[in-house]
């Protein structure tokens, strides 16, 4: 009796403890974020550029990974772009090497001056680059029909394919069919060595964005197709 509930009720305290250490964790990160953004924003402001997003990684060493970008292009006129001094400009395609330089100057001496990381880190700033990663669903909404590769919590299988067999998956590849409120839709693909992208025999999967890790666009280079070694020649 007494030792059986023993066990149980020191199985529940270690699940508690597991628990509460990883919804810390959670909010932790969460916090150094904000702060990263609070103390980035004015620099990044000044160089004409927006906040992309913020990813924390642990590699050995905390890795505080900071992504700017140019802002949006307006619509209505997608060859200017607003400058820092008010005037207008052709818009860069990413951030420069020195404005990304000239950030982290900045940043690193706040985050010491502030004490906000608590452990020993390394900090990263970068445009997003080709294979971007996304924060947000509105992020996402311009790369509709780009392929894209989500990693999820936990394995998920498209909708009405309980009795098809098709397996759950924890990794989702394939181009971005629709971006919802709440979740967006991929139609699953295969990428091949040379960069050929085929459909996959399976219908489209909805991924909730709060079952979501981390997604991010995937850049297809295709191999260049040697003489004599095209499609129907030996």
């Known amino acids: 009796g007494p030792p059986f509930f023993c066990f149980l009720f020191g199985a529940r ?15 932790n990160e969460t916090a150094l974020k904000k702060t990263v953004i609070r ?3 004015p620099v990044v402001r000044a160089l004409g550029l927006v906040i992309w997003g913020v990813e924390v990684a642990q590699a050995g060493r905390m890795v505080v990974r ?12 997608p060859a200017r772009a607003v400058a820092a001094d008010g005037g207008e400009g052709h818009s ?10 000239e950030i982290s100057r900045h940043l690193g001496l706040a985050l010491e001056v ?7 880190y390394v900090l990263e700033v970068s445009a997003p680059g080709l294979t971007r990663l996304f924060f947000s669903l509105e992020q996402m909404r311009p790369y509709l029909g780009d392929v894209v590769e989500a ?3 936990a394995p998920l299988a498209p909708e009405g394919c309980a009795q098809s067999g098709a397996v759950p998956r924890r990794l989702w590849r394939g181009r971005l069919a629709a971006v919802q409120a709440d979740a967006f839709v991929l139609e699953p ?4 060595a040379e960069g050929e992208v085929s459909p996959e025999a399976l219908p489209p999967v ?29």
């Not at 860069?92 to 330089?101: D, I, M, N, T, Y």
């Not at 502030?114 to 020993?120: G, L, M, Q, S, Y």
């Open 114 to 120: 502030e004490d906000a990381v608590p452990a020993a």
């Open 189 to 192: 693909v295969v990428v091949s």
């Open 206 to 234: 909805r991924l909730p964005w709060t079952d979501v890790r981390r997604v991010s666009r995937v850049y297809i280079f295709r191999q260049p197709v040697k003489p004599g070694k095209g499609p129907g020649k030996g």
């Open 66 to 77: 900071l992504f700017v970008d140019v802002p949006a292009r307006d619509p209505e006129d």
């Open 13 to 27: 305290i270690s699940r508690y403890f597991a628990l509460s250490y990883l919804f810390k964790e959670i909010m």
């Open 92 to 101: 860069p395609h990413s951030a420069s090497l020195g404005q990304c330089e």
């Open 151 to 153: 990693r999820l919590h």
């Open 39 to 41: 103390l980035a924003e």
